[in-house]
């Protein structure tokens, strides 16, 4: 079956810009996550959501950084007033529920380049 | 959720099997083992996981040793496309912010032709 898809998979804006990232998950998902990684780091945890609802926002860097989800599928991940700081790949996962049995399974990422 | 020690790199040649370790001593009874991999550009791929006993399925094999105290991800005949950075990450069932996935420095597999 799909798995997560990411869009765009590239994204160059100019700092100050705002972007939204998509993310779609597997069908049937209840959980989905939103991690990044700048070049040559590990993940950084940004949010969760459960269904629609997001329990854990702590991992957002500012209050220039949001997300949605809406009917328990698609997420976007929107970032105002970019700062270069913000390049890095926006990666999205999801798994069936939240748990540690509960394996989560990433998308390929948007690659965000700030200007 | 405990920390794992991995080698930073590895080589295998192609078609032989690839035994990659991983310690995790402080491992806790709750605990399970992961392994994920990261082509280079692409996102963290799932491989496999497991509580005690060892497992398998179509991508690798997961040897979990009796103490739980270390374990071994087998890619049983390695190719090119193996090659691809491998983390061994210890998650706790439940509670906490277990939903956190957090990756150490991981092996660099090299699979050479």
New interface residues.
């Given amino acids: 079956g799909a798995g997560?898809s990411q869009s765009p998979s590239n994204k160059v804006t100019e700092k100050g810009k705002d972007v939204e990232l998509r993310c779609d998950p597997i069908s049937g998902h209840t959980?989905l996550?939103w991690?990044r990684q700048s070049l040559g780091q590990?993940?950084e945890?940004l949010i969760?959501f459960q269904g629609n609802s997001a329990p854990?926002k702590s991992?957002l860097p500012s209050d220039r950084f949001s997300a949605e989800r809406t009917g328990g599928s698609v997420s976007t991940l929107t970032i105002q007033r970019t700062q270069q700081e913000d390049s890095a790949v926006y990666?999205c996962?999801s798994s069936l529920a939240?748990?540690?049995?509960k394996?989560?399974?990433?998308?390929?990422?948007t690659r965000l380049l700030v200007l | 959720d405990a920390k794992t020690t991995q080698p930073p790199s590895m080589d295998c040649a192609e078609g032989r099997a690839a035994n990659l370790p991983c310690n995790h001593s402080t491992i806790s009874g709750n605990?399970?083992v992961?392994w994920y991999r990261q082509i280079h550009s692409?996102?963290?791929?799932?491989i496999i996981?497991g509580l005690k006993n060892n497992e398998t399925n179509e991508m690798a094999s997961l040897i979990i040793t009796e103490d739980r105290k270390s374990s071994t991800l087998i890619l049983p005949h390695a190719t090119l496309r193996d090659t691809a950075v491998y983390y061994c990450i210890v998650?706790?069932?439940?509670g906490g912010?277990?939903?956190?996935?957090?990756?150490?420095?991981g092996t660099l597999l090299t699979v050479n032709p």
């Avoid at chain 1, 394996?103 to 990422?109: L, N």
């Fill in positions: 997560v959980a996550y991690y590990g993940l945890f969760y854990d991992g990666l996962a939240v748990g540690a049995g394996t989560q399974y990433f998308g390929p990422g | 605990e399970y992961y692409q996102g963290p791929q799932y996981h998650r706790v069932e439940s912010s277990n939903y956190k996935l957090t990756f150490g420095k």
